[in-house]
């Protein structure tokens, strides 16, 4: 049985940090392209960051230069370290883990606020 559980969300003031993980289980991660995606209120699911399996990441531009991504294989998890959050950064972060089509599978998400 997969799992990918997601935590670290939280309420946060602009322009402070948080860090989130996802820890996948059931799956041979090292395998895996692994991202984080957010989904605002009203708004379409969207990437904001991934890492492929040659430690080769990608970022929303209007993450770049706050957000990092990066990966342990040997903890099987994956992390989201978001610097400098904004208020439209606040959404439900969705912990991804794709080795095709048919080998993509979703954690429940974490709720990230950010507001004053």
């Known amino acids: 049985q997969v799992q990918l559980v997601e935590s670290g969300g939280g309420l946060v003031q602009p322009g402070e940090s948080l860090t989130l993980s996802c820890a996948a289980s059931g799956i041979t991660f090292n395998r895996y392209t692994v991202g984080w995606y957010r989904q605002a209120p009203g708004k379409e699911r969207e990437l904001v960051a991934s890492?492929?399996?040659?430690?080769?990441?990608n970022y929303l531009d209007s993450v770049k230069g706050r957000f990092t991504i990066s990966r342990d294989n040997a903890k099987n998890t994956v992390y989201l370290q978001m610097n400098n959050l904004k208020p439209e950064d606040t959404a439900v972060y969705y912990c991804?883990?794709?080795?095709?089509?048919?080998?993509?599978?979703w954690g429940k998400g974490t709720l990230v606020t950010v507001s004053s």
């Open positions: 890492i492929d399996t040659s430690t080769t990441t």
């Open positions: 991804n883990a794709k080795r095709n089509a048919a080998l993509n599978y």
